[in-house]
Structures are given as C-alpha cells and as structure tokens.
C-alpha cells in the first residue's frame, strides 16, 4: 500500500529576481510542510516545472501538463506530474504595485494586465499514474479557474488521504470531494512496465531502424538525447525505450526532461538517457559523444567516433522482419493480384503491447539458457550468485560478437542477474517465456502465422497486466470551461490555508492507521530452469575433431604411459595438431584424470617431458571461449603429475606451465573458485540432506523430488531458500557456520594453488606473468589478454591503492600481494568472516617464502639433468660479398596468417612452425631450420628477405609453446611481402636479442649508401663530401680545346640514327671508318663550344652522351645538341646541356631537350615557376605522326590563367625577379605551343587519316576530370569527341549559347594538370592547346593502400573474423581500384598521342604519378619499350634521370627513417603486369622480369635504385664510371646483372613475344574483372628463399639425377611431390620450350660439344619455323589488337619439333650474325660446317678499345681468325654475334703505342699498342704488357702471312 500524492506543490514566479535578466521560480506552498519518514521531499522541483525556464508572456498561454521523473540518491524515482498555467502579473515593481493598489481601491476599476506569469501545481508521487495525476490537477485547476464553491485545502488533503494497492490487479475507485469519481487500476505484476501506447508512439515517430539503433545504444550503455518541442513526448520517449529493455532495467541517470539551466549534465562522462527542448538544439550539436534523436523529424544523429554495434544474426533480421508485419500488417498480401479487404485500423495500446512481444521474444532468445551459467556461492542467509559469462558466449557461439559482449557486461545485465538469480522468488512472464517458450520461438520462425499467433498471445498477457479488468467503472473528472484561460477576469491563485490542510491530513492519516493494512502475499516459487546453454552449440559450432582424431590423442597418451618412446614420437606431432580441437583437449583432461585415479603420477624425464608438451599444447591452443575450462580442468593435474630430480627432490608439472598469462589472470581464478565454491556447497547440501528433520523432500518440488546425482546445485538452492523461514535459529545459525567453512577452506586451498602457478621456478629472475592491461576485478570477464610474457602481476591490478610501485626487486611480494587481492575480493563477496581473512593474510607470506625454498633445491636439481638435445643449427648458403653479421640465434618461426604452410584448411604438409636459427648477414635476414613437425622434418625451410626491405619491425609474443622455455620474439615485415614471426630459445639471453635488435637497425638505416650491400664486395668506403671547385686542369682544358676543336671539324649532324639493318648516311670521314660498331654512332654528334665547359664540371660531355636519356633520344631523333648557327632550321626541338651541371634542376638530367628557338639563359628563370624547378621537357616522340610527350612539375607562383596572355608593354617599370620568372615562364609556354602546333601542321596531311581511326573514344578523358561541371568549362564528356574531330552540343546553362569556332577542332596540345592549378583558366581562341583537369591519387593513399595491401596478402595472423576473407581485405585495400586509375589515366594520354596530339603533364612535384603515366604511356605507343632493351631504357630515363625519389618512397636512406614505404614504382610495375596478363605477345621479358626489378629495387643489392637523382648519383661518384679502370668501379649495376643472366638463361624471356607483330598501341581492357592480383604478392618458397637473389657464378643448377645417370648408375624416377608454398614450381616443373633447351644443353655435353647459347638456338628455331610456315595453311593468325595465349609460329614449332642442334649438320642455319652495318654476312658459311669451339680461332683473348671522336676505351672479346684474316670482335666470349671487324689486308703496321686521355687507369704503361689501317687508326690496350706484345706478334705474323 502507498499514497497516491507524497507533496503537493505550488510554484510561481519569482518577482524579487525579474530584474537579472533571467527569471527563476520559487517555491510558494507545499503539502505537507514537513517531510514524510519514507518519502523525501525533491528538491530543484522549481527548476523542472518550468524546463525552459521561467519568462514572462505577452499573452496569456493555454495549461500544460508534463510528468517529470527524478532520481533520489537512494535509486527510488519519483514523479513529479506538472500542471502549468498562467496567470497576470502587472506589479512588476514594488511602487508599481502600490500604486496600482491605491487606484484599484479609489476607483475600483481593475487595469489590464501587461504580462503574464506562469504558475505551477505539482504532484509528486512515488506511484506512476500519468492520467490519474492529471485529472487530480485539472480538478484543482478547474475549481479553481471556474471559481466553483469547493474548498481547495479539502482536495489537497484527500490527495494524501488516497492509499493505493502496489500490485495484483485490485482496483481502487476514490474521489477528491469535487464530484468527480475515479478509479485506480494496479497493474497483475509490478516487474513488467506500463507502456499505454507510448511504444506504438515512438515507432510512429522514429521507425523500426532508428528504434532499434536506439535499443542497441541503450543495451551498450551508449549517452542517447531526445529533443522535441513537447515535453510530454519526451516523456513519453524515454518510458517507451526504458520499456522495450525489460527485462533489463536502466542504472544510468534517466531525466526523460532536462531543465534549461542543467544542461551541463550532457557532458558527463556516464551513459545517460535524457530529453531536451528543441529549443537547445544548437547545444546538443556540439556533443560529439551523444547520440541524438529528434521525435519531431523522425530523424536520429549516430557521430562518427561512436561505433555502434548490432543485434547478431539472424536475431536481426527476424526481428525487423517481425516488426514490419506488426507495424504493416498489409505488407504480406501487397502483391496479391486480389487482396483482401483492408484491416480495421489497429488500437494503439494493443499495437504498442504487440510490439513489445516482439523485444520479449528477442530477449529470451537472447538469454536463452542464461540459468546454467550462474555461479551459486552461498545460500544462506541471502544467496550469492554470480554469472559466468565466458561460458555463456562460448556455448552460445558468441564469443566474439560484440553487441552481446557488451550487454552482459554492462551495469543492466549485473542488476538481471542480482534481481532474476536467485531459484526460488516471484516469477513473471519473462521467465516462463525463456523457460518454456523459447523452443517454440525458434520453431515458428519460418512460419510468419504462427510467430504472429504467438506475439498476439503475448501481447494479449501485457494488455491483460496493465487492464485485468476492462469493464471498468464509470469515471467522472469535471473539466475546467472552454476558453476559461482567456478570461481576461481571473484571480490569481489563492493562498491554501495551510494549517486547515495539515489538520485534514492528520484525520486522514489516523483513519487508515485503524484499519488493518491489506498484504499481498508474494506467490514465490522455483524459477524454471529451462533448457541449457549447451543443447544450442550443436547448431553453429563446426566440427574439429573427428573420432579419429580423438582415438589418436588417446593412444598417444597410453604409449607415454607405457613408455612406449618409438610410438609416441611418431603420433605426438599427430596429437598435438588434434589438440587443436575442444573436444580434444577436453579428452586430454580426461585421460590424464583417468591415470590420476590410477595412481600413476610418478613419471620418468621422458614420459614427464611428453607430458608437459601436451599440456602446454592444450593450454596454448585454447580459445578465449573455453580457455577457463580446460586451464581449470589442469590445475588439479599440475600438482599431481610429477618426477624424482633426486632422492626426497620432486618436480611438478606446474613448474613447467607456468609461461602461460590464463595463471595471471584475475578472472580465471575467481570463475574457477566460484565453480569449485558451487560444487562444495551442493556436495554440503547433499550429505546433509539426511540429517535433516521435517523436510520432506517429495513435496517441496511438484511431489517427486529428483535424484541426488542429478540435482543440481539451484535445485537444492531452491529447496533451502524455500524453508529456510520454517527452520529454528539454531538449524539456520548452523547452516551459516557450514557454508562459511566450506568457503574459507576452498580459499586455503586456492592460496596454495595460486602459490603454485605464480611463483617462478627460478626466482633470481623474479620473472612473473601478467596481461597488458589492467584487469577488471569486478566484472568476471573473459577477454583473455596473451600478449605479454613477463613482468609482474601485481602492478597491473593494484586497482585499490590506486598507486604503483617505482621499483619491485622481490618476487615474493608480488605473489603475495597478488594473492592477497585475490582473497579479499571472493571471500568478502562470499560471506566469509573477517578472522578468517587476518588468518589468510598471515598464512599466505609463509607459504609464499617456504614454496621458494622448495624451488630453489628443484631449480638447482633440475639444471643437473641432461639437456634435450635440439636440432644441428644449418648454415644458410650467402652469396658473394655477403657476409653474415650477427650469428645465428635458435629461435622458433611461427606461421603467420597464411595457411597455405600450416596444413590447415588446405592440407598439405605441416611445415610451419619450424625450429631453427635466425641469421643476420650484410644484406639479409634469414632464418633455416626444419619444420618442427617429425613427418617432414627431413626439408630444409629457409625464409630470408633484404635488410633494407624492413618495413616493421616490433616485439611480440606469441603463446604456441612448442618447447618449454621459449621467450618474447620479433616480427619482421618486408615490402617484398615477406613476414617472419620467430621467439627465442631458452637458450638465447634477453642480451643477445639487443645487440642483434642493434646490429639490424645500423644495417637497416645505413649512414651512406657505401655501407650498403651494393657496396660490399671488394670495394673501399670512400669518403662523402660535397664537390669543391677545382683549380685550373691544364689536361682538362686541353681536352675541352681538342673536343671543341673535333666539333667543328665534324660540323653538323642529326642525333636520330637509324636501324641496325640501314645503311648509316654520314660524311666522308664516316665512310671511310671500317672498324663499325653500334657503339661508335656518337662520332656524328657535336658539341657545345669549348667556353662552356669548365674544368671545375665533374659530368663531361662525353659521359651524358652515354647516358640512356641521350641514347633514347638518339633513337628518337627529337633534335640536336650541335650550335644553332649549324642547327636546321627545320627542326623544332633542341638539345641543351645547359643542366650538365644540374643548376637548372638537381632532378633532371643533364641533356633536356626543349624548342629551339629558347635560349638556353632563360631556362633558370623558367624553372622556377614550376614545384621543384621541374620546367616542361620533351621525353617521348611519337614515330609516326611525330607528336611529342612532355612532362613538367606542376605549376606554381602566379596561376596559370595568366600563362599564355601577351606579354606585358614596353616601357614598363623595373619589375622584381619573380615577375621577370613569370615573363620567361610565358614565353616558354607560347614557345612550346608554337613549336608544337607548327609540327602538327606539318604532319597533319599525313596523319589525318590515320587519326580518324586512332583517335580516342568519346568519353574516355571524361572518366579523368575532377567533377567540375559549373566552372563554365567545356563538359568533360565532350573532349573525346572534340579530340575525334567531332561536333558536340553546347552544354546546357543559363548563359546564352555562343558559337566558338576554337572548341569544335582537335589541339595541338593537350596539358593534363591538377584541377587546383588551372582554376579559373580561360581559352584563348588563338591557342592551339586544351587544358585538361584531372583527379589522381596522391602519395598519402598509396601508403595507406599499400598497408592495407600487405594486410590482406601477408597478414600477421589468422583472421578471427569469418567475414574477413583475402578477397574482402584485398577489395578493402583498394589497391586494384588505384591500378585502374592509373590505367585508365595512362590509356587516355596515349590515346591523345596516337591521334597525333601532343600531351603536356603537369602534376604534382613530377616524380611520382607523372613518372608513372608517362613510361606507361610509352610502353603502350612505342613497341621498343616492351623489348628488355627499351624496358631498362625506359626506366633509366624516365625513373631514374628524370629523379624518381627511390630512397625516399622505399624508405632506404636513414633520412627517410620515420616516413612510412611508398610503392610507386611497385604500381608502376603492377600496371605493366596487368598489361603483360593481356597482351602475353607483345613484350620481350616476362612476368619474372617484373618480380625481379620489384624484389630488387628495395633489396640494396645494386646501387641502381640507391639514389633519388642523378645528380646525387654525381655527389657519391657512381653515375659515371671509369671503363678503364676495374678496382675504380662502384657498386653493382642491375642491368649488368640481367644482361649475364640473360645470356646465360632465358630466365627473363618471354617465349610468346613475337616482334613483327606487335608494332601497334596496346589498349588495355581497364575494367575491375579484367584486373587481377599479382602473385608476386602472395607466392612463397620456403625451400630456397625467394628466387631473386640470383648467384652469378651458379646460374645453371645441377641435379644430382644427372650426375648419377651419366656416371652409369640406375636412373631414378623423376616423380616429385611439389608444394605450391615449398617448392618453386616453375623451376621444378619448368615449361616445354625451357626443358627442351635444357635437354639440347644435356646433348652438347654428351658430344663434348661446348654448348651453344640459349638464343641462337631458339633463333634458328623460330627462323625455320617461320620459313615452314606454309606447312599449315589452316592457322589462323592472330590480330596484334587482341591479346592471345600462343603465337603462331610457337604452333608451328610445337607440330614440326624443330629445335635443331647446333653443328649437327642437320638442316640449314638461318640465324645470321651481323654487325652494326651490316658487313660480316659469310660468317653463317662456316658456321653450319664448323663448331664453335673450333671456329679458326687462332688467338683470343680481351682487349680494350677506344672508340671513335667521344667514346671512351671499352673491354671487348677479340677474336684473330687466320683463316678469314680478320680481326673480329665480340661483347663477351659467349658472344656469337659479331659486333665488327677489322680487314687485315688494310693494316700497315702495327705499334706499340703510350696512354691516352681516358685510358683505363690500372693498365701498364707498355700495354698500349695501335693498329694502323688504310682508313683509320685503332688503339688497343691489353691486360698487361706481356699479352699486348704476343697481339702484336699474333698480327704480325698474320700479316706477313698474308
């Protein structure tokens, strides 16, 4: 029984503070006066009646009515229901008042009122009866306004005098004296709410999704807002969300409306649900970590920094599916072709209950089972339950879903299971629904009429709670007058008479103390247990373990046991991967408890070590679902399982578990103490139960009482809570000393364990576990933190004291203090007394400090045993100049998230983990060992990658406990998408791991680029300094004097060269040379005069001249580098070397070629109006139509929109430098367009039909441009069809159209730059150029790409996530969507460029993207690039000239260290890649040439890559390098490499490529499916390493299958098991084409033949293929536009089998070897008939050569040939094409000569001689000055031969 009305209140304004410029209320009257002994009086009541706060009307507002709910600090709400009205108020000031009152009396007349003041009548109640509140005010109001003769003091009073019926469905029917009758009706049960329609309300406003966003927010204890302009609704809100939780219940602060002046509450740090007055929505905007809801917009705000997490599926889905057929019951029959007739509208309070059926229906599938997994404690006198939550989620298959995790861990769910615990209370429908119904749920979930069936039914049951009876009585509430508010004639309020109300009260009062109070008594029974947990695992949980599985941990375990050794080495690997399983670790538990029972705990070493293995196994492969049951199961083995160290001196297992974090882990301990602590007491209860008199056990549970054996401890609970108010105080006294004991006695029990596990076995160490973060002590968690290995276990969970201490030294203070926390917070939980925890506290020190003694006598013990013997530590094979650096540390390598190793889902052998030794050399690292499992640990796994490819580099600590006493590790990323996951032995100190830490970063971070492994072999660290200027070289300047004097001799020639098989046209001098060679084409060039060269440059002349920008140009034939009084005026670009000494531009290269008519002086000025002085350059000439690419930085300074106006008057006033930068910069530009646009001209005749047919489709320029459709430019869509020749549409605007005669031809020049350069850019008609705005990814996404990239392809674990596929992360990654960007970019420029237009880019710095679109632009418009000649070309001019920053995107300088890998040139490749997969014809190299300049241009190996410039290349001395001088070379070059490996192995060639057909643009098909990912990403080979680091001197690998054939033993078969992640497939089981070589290789050695090269003989095949082409007419050639698989004359060869051997006499050779001009063609004549070996070589041997005018002396091959009376020359001794010859009937004398300029620097002085023909003469420079006088001999002889 309660009051209806605790206080009554009146609230007004308060007239004293007007004046402060904000208004307050104050307290007028309150009822009673004094406070109530059980109810307090609210205080800030004045505050809420006016939320908003209290203002002044002009106008006279209508009443209003709120409830308002406060929260006491005893957790009781009370509600405060709110009757607002307003009353005038014209005294606003004290004389004004007075006055007035005089006027009033005289006059009598009343003045109108100027204002209007709000009152408030509040009562408040601890009852919620919204209605029944408001029609008691409106009856007071009404009294009051109507002015009808009933006393107010007699109303308030029987406010008070009202008692009401807490619960059960009685009625009460009371009145207030007004002639009203109303009736009061209680609700069945008190636990479920009452809702009204508030429910059905709020999914009106909001809808099914937001209402469940809101529900998941709630559930995870998010801070949720309403706002709405009615503060009834806001009400109403927050009961419905409050209601839709049960049967959880809010903990947080709920204030359905907050006041005005409060609302600093929003920022505190606790979840809140609280509403607010739209009137402060501006204040709401601002919190960052609320979730609003807007009830009046229907809308909800979610920010971003909140994560929301969902319903699991499939509760989701069936629940919005639910909700959908209850809100739209016309939803179902929408499509039918004849519905039925429409439903009767839905009554809102039946709609409301149903809607909260569907929430019931969810929370008790939800916490379907949620009884099994409570933890009871204690009984008696008030049970004590806990909830054991990782069980839960683990049998539920939850585990890691976050949404349920956070609800049980939340301050909701602690208040369910405190309320809803205990076996024996009241029960309500919630627990009927989860106890019996829950079945039928998931059974009618299918079926849409019976899950509606079934909601009705509840729904019903909740509409029956709150109206058992709906006939009800007749109620009568007087409502005030229609319109009574606007009078303008109303009295204020009357003053209550007080003391008249308290003395009505008190009558009140002492009548219902006469009469007997009515109780209800509570219907207690035994809550239902339902059905378990465990019965819903069967459904989801996949199945591990099959029975075989379990039947071989079984027998593994019998053979340790009966020391069967032989038989458990072979199945212990087996078991232990089985242990992978729940099912068998639970029988590994079993069995060992079976031999426990059987008294056989006393081991050997062995059968101990076996042992030890297994259970570490066990613990380590546990999941955090089930990680406290087996740990749990163990711990009482760990202390029975033990061997005999010596007489009296035993060790127990658990000296040998004790690495794992679970024994650290506070919840482990007390989930485990509070199951045992459940087991004692039911095990209590049972024994005793005998002993108890008058307890009938058949009649306390529905007569039959079950067995004992299968009653469980909430059974008994139940029983003894049910009669324990009928026991004597004796019996319950007792019964309390009983629980008390059996807890205090489990708890000396659990000291000791804990003593145990904790304290280390070598305590000098005082080396201790404990998790990374801090515990939670009061939730019981089971999130299982296993990164950490060491350290001590109490600072993390000194959580009281809340202070750390500096410097722990003693382990036993740590265990202590552990376990003293420990024991206070479950025995204090559990009831046990305070002496009894004094006594704990003292006992545990001793047992503490007397375990360590026993430890140290097994310690010492323990180290007299033999060691295990661990596998031989393998060296690993290094290449030459490798040096290893930091000696081998046995470690342990671990899988990472690949399976392909692990013989996991995809099977194959168990290669990982691996036991072994991690090696550090000069250029690796590298780990080699054997795989740990015994079946394959006969194969050698090896994983290395270069130092410098490091990219992250962390400690770990992985929990896979192969061997006992392994330690923290480290992980080792590779940007060649490598991993290696090691921890060390036992055997490696904490000491070694530094200095090898130590030893890696100097490596990793080289001071200079000399200490790299580029470097290293036989090379000196010369000393890095900046470049002094020299004095004055007497030799150098008259090498200038000479070089300038051969210039003008030789006069002017063009660089563009032509073919090998083309006649040279050159002057006489050139035709009389007969020494020819592709070398010696620079003869024709000229140089700049003399003056320009200073003897200070380090880069001569002559030196660019060999670099590949010059050579490419030469190829090209874009200009000339002679003067321009000899240029031809026909030619419009030039080649200046004004940049030799790169003061233009540090990043480009020395030669550039701009238009002729710019004057090299005004190039510096030019430079700077461009990012990073990148000024426009010529690098690309179409063949053709002679369109030209050129590249730029992107522009900066002035804008671009002032680029090509006019110049600026003459006359002007001196202007700075910076405007006279941007004048040259205009010029050039319009020099540029000029040039440009007169080439078009020239070429446009020819090339107009060809661009018709090549011009670029309509819409492909459109895709690039940013979205800039109203900047008044051309739409985008429209330049393919402008650069096509079409006419377009003019665009759609508000502008009247006006015709443009520039906009419908195609430029001249199309300039690509970014959108923010060219805003505001406006077209001249004049200019013949275009302006394109592009978007293109900057470096920041690459990086974050590339990350999420190496995530997906190298993942450092196994993904716990299902969801979390490679295809999804690679997807996520985004990197296949940058590739097709970078296509689609590069495919539309060499469009541009086949049509004949000139492309300018100008983007960023332009080295990266610009790099990237321009070498692929050429790979696709110039067939040369696609050759391995054009390829290294290409990247040499375009990478590596123009300043690709290779050390600062891979991360290879020390500068470089905190920035993160940026793979641009990685894409680069990738894009080429993708081009390759569809057009495998058009390229020379292969997919593995791509790989090896990815692997290598991060590795370090050569110094190709090292530097970001050619002029830092100039800085460190190795962009040029002395010819003559071999000690004086520097680093290894990668082109070197390839062309030895190249000649040697066609490794790097691509069978398919046919040359003659692929002279056309590739078009690339740039659509996601057609873009595919790049196995040089994900593939492995653990046999070797990866395949990369190729040794020179060991190209060809030798079998020993070979050997043992030719030495006549039996052949063996050739069948071999290949392992995709093992072996190296393709080497292994390499292709037809490479097999054949091999075996013609094989032939030649059987015939003591020396075998021929490679490519002759695939020339010769595919030249008589080609001849024997006729042979079958029926193929079909192939288009050059359609990629296809195999060529034509690849099938020839497959169906006549022609691959000849060499010198067999067999058929005709048709390879010709010929040289640069084509003279030497009888060689082939002696060929066919003479070997190699033998080919009338009369003396061989190396000579250098100087060339011709600006060569340098160069090493050749020399070859004297007696026969043909040559002397011919070659590029190495494996050469069989011959580069040149020298006639010898031409020689006249032969002499020894003296060094020249450029001389090779270490050869003697005597080994000069000169060769002097009719024609020329030839210098020639021997080895030393021995085998120069034998070549002169050698000549002579032949001479006088002849």
Known sequence: MARLADYFIIVGFDNGKAGSGEGSGKIIQRFPCKDWTDASFPQGIELFCQPGGWQLSRERKPPTFFVVILTDSDSERHYCACLTFYEAEINLQGAKHEETEGEGEETGLIQPAQAFAPKSLVLVSRLDYPEIFRACLGLIYTVHVDNLNISLELLIANLFRCIVPLAGGSQKLFTLGAGDRQLIQTPLCDSLP???????????????????????????????????????????????????????????????????????????????????????????????????????????????????????????????????????????????????????????KILDKELRAVFLRLFARLFQGYRSCLQLIRIHAEPVIRFHKAAFLGQRGLIENDFLTKVLDGMAFVGFVSERGPPYRTCDLFDELVAYE???????????????????????????????????????????TEGSHLRVHVLPFPRVNEDKVQTLIQEGNSKHQSVMPTTIVEKKCVVPAGPSVASLTDKAGSVFNSARRLEVVKNCIAYIFENKLLETEKMLQAALRALKGKAARQCLTDELSLRVQENRTILDHQQFDYIIRMMNCALQNCSGSEEYGV?????????????????????????????????????????????????????????????????????????????????????????????????????????????????????????????????????????????????????????????????????????????????????????????????????????????????????????????????????????RLPPIMKPKILQPALLPGEKIEFEGLRVFLYPDGREEATGGILGGPNILPAEGALFLTTYRIIFKGTPHDHIVGEQTVIRSF????????????????????????????????????????????????????????????PHSIFSTFAFAIGQTMPQIALPKQKEKNTSFRTFSKTIAKGAKMAGKITMGRQSSGKKKTSDDRGSRLGFTEDDDVSDDSELPPSSTLKASEKSTMEQL????????????????????????????????????????????????????????????????????????????????????LLRAGGFHGRGVASLFKSSNPPGAVPVSSEFLSSLEQEKYLQALVSTITASYKMNANSIRTVRLNAAISPGVLATLRSSNRNNGRVPAADIGARLAGKDVPPPVSNVAPTYNPARSRQFALYIFGERSQIRGFKLELGLNCEFVPVEVTDTRQVKASFKKLMRACVPSTVPTDSETTFL??????????????????????????????????????????????????????????????????????????????FSQRSNLASNSQGSDFTPIFLQFLDCVHQIHKQYPMAFEFNQYYLKFLAYHSVSSRFKTFLLDSDYERLEHGTLFEDKGDKMAKKGLCIWETIERIHRKSPVFFNYLYVQSEWKRMLRPSITM?????????????????????????????????????????????????????????????????????????????????????????????????????????????????????????????????????PDSGLGEDH????????????????????????????????????????????????????????????????????????????????????????APKTANERAFFDVKTNKRMYNFCACDAQIAHLWIDKIQSCISDA
């Open 1711 to 1798: 390879s010709t070897p010929s040289s640069a001009n084509g003279v030497g063609q009888t060689s082939s004549f002696y060929t066919q008939f003479a070997s190699k070996t033998d080919e009338n070589r009369s003396f061989e041997g190396i000579l250098y050569k100087r060339g011709a005018l600006l060569k340098g002396w160069k090493p050749r091959w020399f070859v004297l040939d007696v026969t043909k009376h040559q002397l011919r020359y070659y590029d190495s001794k494996e050469d069989t094409n011959c580069r040149g010859y020298i006639d010898l009937a031409d020689v006249e004398m032969v002499t020894p000569s003296t060094p020249t300029i450029g």
């Open 1368 to 1445: 999804k992360t690679l997807a996520d990654s985004e990197w296949l969507f940058q590739l097709q960007k970078l296509l689609l970019f590069s495919t539309s420029v060499s469009e541009v460029l086949e049509s004949g237009c000139s492309v300018l880019l100008c983007l960023e710095d332009g080295w990266d993207i610009t790099t990237q679109v321009v070498s692929l632009a050429q790979l696709l418009c110039d067939p040369f690039y696609r050759t391995l000649e054009g390829f290294q070309m290409l990247i040499e001019k375009e990478w590596l000239s123009f300043g690709h920053k």
């Open 1105 to 1188: 001249l060999e670099r590949a920008c010059f050579r490419d140009y030469q190829r090209l034939g874009v200009g000339t580098i002679s003067s321009s009084s000899s240029r031809s005026k026909t030619e419009h670009f030039k080649i200046t070397a004004v940049n030799r000494m790169y003061s233009i531009c540090r990043s480009y290269p020395g030669l550039l070629v701009i238009p002729q008519c710019i004057q090299d002086s005004s190039l510096e000025k030019v430079a700077r109006c461009f990012r990073q002085n990148r000024l426009p350059v010529v690098c690309w000439k179409h063949f053709r139509n002679k369109a030209v």
């Open 946 to 1005: 270069p130092i410098t490819s490091v990219i992250k580099e962390k400690k770990i600590h992985i929990q896979n406990h192969l061997q006992q006493g392994t330690q923290e590790g480290l992980q080792f990323q590779s940007a060649t998408f490598q991993l290696i996951s090691v921890t060390f032995d036992e055997e490696v100190c904490v000491e070694f791991v530094d200095m090898f830490k130590k030893h890696f970063l100097k490596l990793r971070y």
């Open 194 to 348: 009452i809702t009204g329609t508030s429910v059905a309300v709020l999914f009106q406003q909001l809808g099914i999704q937001n209402i469940l966003r809101l529900f998941c927010a709630v559930l995870t204890e998010q801070k949720i807002v309403f706002h709405s302009t009615s503060y009834q609704r806001l009400s109403d809100a927050c009961r419905a969300l409050e209601a839709l939780m049960f049967p959880l219940k809010y903990s947080y602060p709920y204030i359905p409306v907050l006041p005005g002046q409060l609302l600093e509450v929003l920022s505190s740090p606790t979840p809140f649900i609280i509403g607010v007055h739209s009137s402060f929505h501006n204040e709401i905007q601002e919190l960052l970590d609320v979730i609003t809801a807007d009830l009046d917009g229907g809308t909800i705000k979610i920010p971003e920094c909140i994560h929301l997490c969902d319903l699991p599926e499939p509760l989701l889905q069936q629940t919005q599916a639910a909700l959908s057929l209850i809100l739209h019951p016309d939803l179902e029959v929408a499509d039918y072709a004849f519905p039925p007739l429409p439903l009767p509208p839905c009554n809102m």
């Open 1569 to 1701: 499916p057609n873009l595919t990912k790049w196995d040089y990403y994900t593939e492995e080979t653990l046999s070797s390493g990866p395949s990369y680091d190729w040794v020179i001197a060991n190209v060809k690998p030798e079998t020993s299958e070979d050997t043992d054939h030719i030495n006549g033993a039996a052949p063996q078969s050739k069948r071999k098991t290949v392992w995709p992640c093992y072996d190296d497939v393709s080497s292994v089981q390499p292709d037809g084409i490479t097999m054949l070589l091999s075996e013609i290789e094989k032939l030649e050695n059987k015939l003591t033949q020396s075998p021929e090269r490679w490519h002759s003989v695939w020339s010769r095949t595919r030249s008589a293929s080609r001849d024997d082409s006729g042979l079958d007419s029926t193929l079909k050639k192939q288009s050059p536009d359609t990629p296809g698989p195999i060529p034509n004359d690849f099938q020839l060869c497959q169906r006549r089998g022609l691959l000849h051997l």
């Open 631 to 863: 740990a749990a199961a163990l711990l009482p083995l760990t202390t029975a399982f033990c061997r005999k160290l010596s007489p009296g001196v035993s060790q127990f297992a658990y000296t040998c578990v004790q690495d794992h974090p679970i024994w650290a882990t506070q919840q482990f301990w007390e989930v485990t103490f509070y199951n045992d602590a459940q087991s004692q007491i039911r095990s209590l209860y049972l024994t005793d139960k005998g002993d108890r008199t008058g307890i009938n056990l058949d009649k306390r549970i529905k007569g039959v009482a079950p067995p004992d054996n299968g009653r469980t401890a909430m059974d008994l609970a139940a029983e003894e809570m049910r009669m324990w108010p009928s026991l004597g105080k004796e019996k319950q006294q007792e019964l309390l000393q009983s629980e008390e004991s059996t807890v205090y006695s489990l708890a000396i029990h659990y000291a000791s364990l804990m003593v145990y596990l904790l304290v280390p076995l070598d305590t000098s160490q005082n080396k201790l576990l404990r998790p990374s973060a801090t515990g939670d002590w009061e939730s019981g968690t089971n999130s299982i933190i296993t990164t950490s290995m060491a350290g001590s276990v109490a600072e993390s969970y000194d959580t009281e004291s809340g202070f750390e201490d500096a410097e722990v030294t003693d382990a036993a203070h740590y265990v202590v203090r552990f376990i003293t926390r420990f024991i206070d917070k479950v025995c204090t939980e559990s009831g046990v007394t305070q002496d009894h925890i004094k006594s704990l506290h003292c006992m545990i020190p001793g047992n503490v400090a007397m375990h360590i003694e026993t430890l140290e006598v097994v310690y010492r013990e323990s180290k």
């Open 438 to 480: 829950t079945e039928r749920i998931e059974r009618d979930e299918g079926n849409v009429q019976k899950m509606l069936k079934h909601i009705r039914e509840l729904g019903e049951q909740l509409l029956k709670n709150e109206n058992p009876n709906p006939h009800m009585s007749f109620q009568k509430v007087p409502r005030p």
